[in-house]
């Protein structure tokens, strides 16, 4: 009887150790290495600069009395014969990413029929004309990162064909001459990233 329990108990221990090994041989079986490793991510956002003119919000005034060559006239006063320029200076240094630039002109208001602008090599008898060629890109890769456009004027003297055509437009500049200082025009500079390719 004694051996009997001797066996009884090997066999449950034979058991036992055969369950242990399987588990163990199981477990290794479908065991895997887990590792987590934390950290932040961190997002450097490009600059961006878009100035004007010295500004980054809102430009000073453009009045043409300031802008014209000083030969002949007395001073802060534009007539027909003078002729001056200013320039729309745009810079994108502070940028890290390209700038798309348009100059606009609204509102232009009681212009003399016989001034006109100038810009490069094209004349046009409003200001408003001159936006489609007022508009380019400044890429983030440029080295040179300032566009400097120089806009003319002119308010031609005597203007006309013949005598009766110079006789009236003499008589248009007189009489706008007395309202110029009604004339005006407001400038916007949009300046829009570029979609990075």
């Known amino acids: 009887m004694n051996l009997k329990r001797k066996m009884k108990k090997i066999v ?3 058991v036992i150790l055969l369950i242990v090994a399987i588990t163990l041989i199981a477990g290794k079986s479908y065991s895997k290495y887990i590792n987590e490793v934390y950290g932040k991510g961190i997002i450097k956002v490009a600059d961006w600069s878009f100035i004007v003119n010295g500004e980054s919000t809102k430009i000073t005034n453009i009045n043409l009395t300031n802008t014209y060559k000083k030969e002949t006239l007395k001073e802060n006063t534009i007539a027909p014969g003078t002729q001056g320029s200013f320039n729309i200076v745009i810079d994108a240094n ?12 609204e509102n232009e208001t009681d212009k003399p029929s016989n001034l006109k602008f100038i810009y490069g090599e094209n004349s046009v008898n409003s200001i408003k004309e001159l936006e489609p060629l007022l508009k380019g890109e400044i890429q983030a890769v440029d080295n040179e990162k300032i566009k400097t456009m120089e806009i003319k004027w002119i308010w031609e003297y005597e203007t006309g064909e013949n005598p009766e055509q110079i006789e009236k437009n003499n008589q248009t500049d007189t009489k706008e001459g007395k309202i110029l200082e009604n004339y005006k025009f407001d400038v916007v500079i949009q300046g829009n990233q570029i979609e990075p390719k």
């Open 12 to 14: 449950i221990l034979v």
């Open 94 to 105: 502070g940028s890290e990413v390209g700038i798309e630039y348009t100059v606009i002109f």
